[in-house]
């Protein structure tokens, strides 16, 4: 008899500001893996006790991943044995998804868990745009016949608030979640309300110019599914037509991508 499969998922996703982390369900039936818990650290902080999966109930795997390898390799090199016992999920020729670009070994991981994601969610044959907003933004597609189709790669709204400050003498310096706290006035009338409206709609305006572009760059039925994921997700996602926010959405396509490199 073979062993039967994990009843419950510690995905852990290593970004490269913070390090988010989830406790999953997945049961027959199930689109995606069901989060049940979350949390995040941020980059070069440990993982707290309670969410390494302690106490260990029932049949717990933890598996990480995500765009920063070191940190991915810091935080395989601290897992604590007692725990969980923790798969690192960075061989992609494993991963359920065909990859369409010039060098498919240099496409982030983050961004292809994703896309696995998102194949769970679209209609047989439809395109699907990928919004990850985070500390850099990702607007990628997974065309008609499910393969990762490639995208665009910008700066994320904490980046360009830190570049602004770093690279003028006097512009002071913002926090992200402070901009993004509510949709500001368009016409700033000081400095910081010009500057957080620059940033906001800036963001907003260059998700949905790419997202628009590259829907028309192949026309068709169904029309396309737009997922939105990431840090600031939660920022874009109101103002784009028919989006869909998925705050989870990589940690779920990193559960799969276990599974399926494990017989799942
Ligand atoms: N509460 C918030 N409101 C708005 N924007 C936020 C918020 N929190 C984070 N951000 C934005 O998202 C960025 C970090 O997002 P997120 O945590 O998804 O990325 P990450 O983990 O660093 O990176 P990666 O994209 O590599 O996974 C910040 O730099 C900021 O631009
Ligand atoms: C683009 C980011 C930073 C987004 O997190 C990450 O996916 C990455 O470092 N990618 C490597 C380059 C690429 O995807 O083509
Ligand atoms: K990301």
């Not at 868990?113 to 933004?137: H, K, M, Y």
Request: hydrophobic share 45%.
């Amino acid at each position: 008899m073979t062993n039967p499969l994990p009843s419950e998922y510690l995905a852990i996703d290593a970004g490269n500001t913070r390090i988010k982390f989830g406790r999953f369900t997945f049961a027959a039936g199930d689109v995606l893996p069901v989060c049940v818990a979350s949390g995040h650290v941020m980059c070069g902080q440990p993982l707290p006790a309670a969410a390494l999966g302690s106490p260990v109930t029932g049949r717990l795997q933890a598996v990480l991943s995500g765009s920063n390898p070191p940190e991915i390799e810091r935080l395989a090199r601290e897992w604590p044995d007692d725990l969980a016992h923790l798969a690192v999920v960075t061989d992609r020729t494993t991963f359920p998804i065909a990859v369409d670009v010039e060098s498919p070994s240099r496409v982030g991981l983050d961004r292809l868990l994703n896309a696995i994601a998102a194949l769970r969610l679209r209609q047989p044959g439809q395109p699907v745009v990928i919004v990850d907003s985070g500390t850099a933004v990702t607007v990628d597609y997974v065309n008609r016949s499910g393969a990762f189709a490639g995208g665009a790669i910008l700066p994320g709204i904490g980046m360009g608030a830190r570049a602004l400050h770093r690279y003028t003498a006097m512009l002071p310096l913002l926090a992200a979640p402070g901009i993004a706290a509510a949709p500001p006035e368009v016409l700033g009338r000081n400095t910081v309300a010009a500057m957080s409206s620059g940033l906001y709609w800036g963001h907003v305006g260059a998700v949905r110019e790419l997202a628009n572009r590259i829907a028309e760059s192949d026309p068709g039925d169904p029309p396309r599914l737009m997922l939105v994921t990431g840090g600031a997700g939660a920022v874009v996602s109101p103002h784009l037509e028919r989006s869909q926010e998925w705050p989870f959405l990589p940690l779920q396509g990193l559960v799969l991508a276990y599974l399926a490199g494990n017989g799942g």
